[in-house]
């Protein structure tokens, strides 16, 4: 019908602007920024930005967000944009809803004939909810940071510290062209028994980068439980 095919005309758009916001994670600056930089100052003397007792640096030769606090290096190692990825899938599938209901609405059909405007409502919302099942998107962590000795995860309004020791493993798993990081705990947290959270959008084409960075983790994880 007219309404669904106006929706996924929005749907594509919405997924091109997104798609295009992400590739813009990169942290690099723009060609009128590096025409007008005549050299940039090594890593030793990089300005200090202080908020909060907190010290940030822009640094070439680490992640790009990152900060610390003494000597406590903390890292931004999630997709910046993972709230609006599941706001957007949220308002789209409302859209999608509204446009194949609106049209029969507004030319009274639907209150002739509902069966039919409601069976494409149940065909978009099981679409929807195979699409849920088959990316998980519900399940990633909206922002998870690296701070040396642990991780802190954020989901929602739930926050927990995964500590280094709790860490069994830390996997990379490709679904829909689309990478994620998998981290598995040993005991379980008010997020549950694993945490899952998008890479940093420069990495998504990145195959190696994405393994480096689970690599890392778990690494670093076997490290803390053979000092415990």
């Known amino acids: 019908m007219p309404g669904t095919a106006i929706a996924l005309l929005l749907v594509e758009i919405f ?3 997104l798609m295009t916001a992400a ?3 990169t942290h690099e600056y723009s060609d009128l ?4 930089r005549t050299r940039r100052r090594p890593d030793d003397e990089q300005p200090d930005l202080r908020h909060g007792g907190i010290h940030f640096r822009v640094s070439s030769g680490r992640p790009p967000i ?3 606090n003494g000597h406590r290096i903390v890292r931004v190692i999630s997709f910046k944009n993972t709230i609006l990825l599941k706001r957007g899938v949220w308002l789209t599938a409302a859209a999608l ?3 194949a209901v609106t049209p029969a609405l507004i030319d009274g059909s639907l209150q002739r004939n509902p069966a039919s405007s409601l069976f494409a409502v149940g065909i978009l919302c ?3 909810v195979y699409f849920l099942w088959k990316t998980q998107l519900h399940r990633l962590a909206d922002e998870v940071m690296d701070c040396d ?6 989901r929602g309004r739930t926050e927990e510290t995964i500590r280094f020791s709790n860490i069994a493993t830390a996997d990379v798993s490709t679904s829909s062209g689309i990478h994620r990081i998998t981290v598995r705990l040993r005991q379980p947290t008010k997020l549950g028994t694993q945490i899952e959270f998008l890479p940093q959008a420069s990495l998504w084409s990145n195959l190696s980068g994405v393994k480096r960075v689970a ?4 690494d670093r994880a076997n490290q803390a439980k053979g000092g415990r």
């Open 15 to 17: 997924l091109t602007k």
């Open 23 to 25: 590739t813009g994670d």
């Open 33 to 36: 920024v590096k025409a007008r």
């Open 66 to 68: 990152q900060a610390w």
């Open 97 to 99: 809803i509204a446009f």
């Open 126 to 128: 099981a679409f929807f």
């Open 149 to 154: 000795d642990h991780l802190k995860v954020r």
């Open 215 to 218: 690599t890392g983790l778990a």
